[in-house]
């Protein structure tokens, strides 16, 4: 079975169904075991649909009921209408949609998946948060995207799913003059790193932050990506071992039909 994370204030919102899922419960092989869900990677296929089919069983829907995106570290929200075909997936890094029984899917690998909630209004919206899209601007466009389409943003609910944490994020100084480049402020999310010229980043609470300043307070979970190797996909844990293609997680939301 398909295994997930949730999240306690997402949880508690009546008609909704969501998960951050870990790599177990999958049925792929080698650097993709097992629950890889990239749609963009070498893994096979089949194994791919099969992965997605039992994430989606997990959140009671059908194989066919979860959407993803061809993610590309940007600031784009598509809107989900109607669901597009798995091959003519739209570029973007958050999607939102008022539309019961379809689950919005994004997939990581140490980036952070933010999942978002105005169950009132009938609205979700899902994001993907590596450092670039997040000093881009893709949560407080979801959150503008989610508005659009009828949520309230003092009513917007979101939750931050497992990511690289600060301990294991070690960066250089291209990374933070970008962020800082953004809001001097945010060198608060920065500690000396172990090395000279190198930091270590809080991809987490910057996103919090960036959220919170856009009136919505989400909650943030606690898993490492990298550290934990047994449940979670990590890029940079694989670059550091010089290893070969690796799969993804996925975390999906959706509202009941």
């Known amino acids: 079975m398909a295994e997930a994370v949730t999240a306690g204030t997402l949880a508690a919102l009546p008609g909704l169904a969501h998960g951050f899922f870990t790599r177990r419960g999958g049925v792929s092989g080698g650097g993709f075991a097992a629950l890889n869900c990239s749609l963009s990677g070498r893994d096979d296929p089949d194994a791919v649909r099969e992965n997605r089919r039992r994430a989606a069983d997990a959140l009671g829907l059908p194989g066919t009921a979860l959407v993803g995106l061809t993610q590309v570290h940007g600031d784009a929200v598509a809107v989900l209408d109607e669901p597009w075909p798995e091959d003519a997936r739209p570029q973007a890094d958050a999607v939102v949609t008022r539309r019961p029984g379809l689950a919005l899917g994004i997939v990581t690998a140490d980036c952070a998946p933010v999942l978002f909630a105005d169950t009132a209004a009938g609205v979700i919206g899902a994001a993907h948060a590596g450092w670039r899209g997040a000093v881009a601007g893709v949560l407080e466009a979801t959150v503008d995207a989610m508005v659009a389409i009828g949520a309230r943003r ?48 809080d991809l987490a609470g910057y996103c919090a932050a960036r959220l919170l300043a856009v009136g919505v307070a989400p909650e943030v979970t606690s898993h490492d990506t990298l550290a934990d190797e047994a449940r979670f996909f990590s890029h940079r844990r694989n670059t550091l071992a010089k290893g070969g293609p690796i ?3 996925l975390s999906a939301i959706a509202l009941g039909a």
Do not use: K, M, N
Request: net charge positive; charged share 20%; glycine share 8%.
């Open 247 to 249: 799969g993804h997680q």
């Open 154 to 201: 003092g009513r917007i609910v979101a939750a931050i799913g497992p990511c690289i944490r600060q301990p294991s994020y070690e960066v250089a100084a291209d990374l933070r003059r970008a962020v800082l480049a953004h809001a001097t402020i945010d060198a608060r999310f920065f500690a000396p790193g172990a090395r000279p010229d190198r930091w270590q980043f």
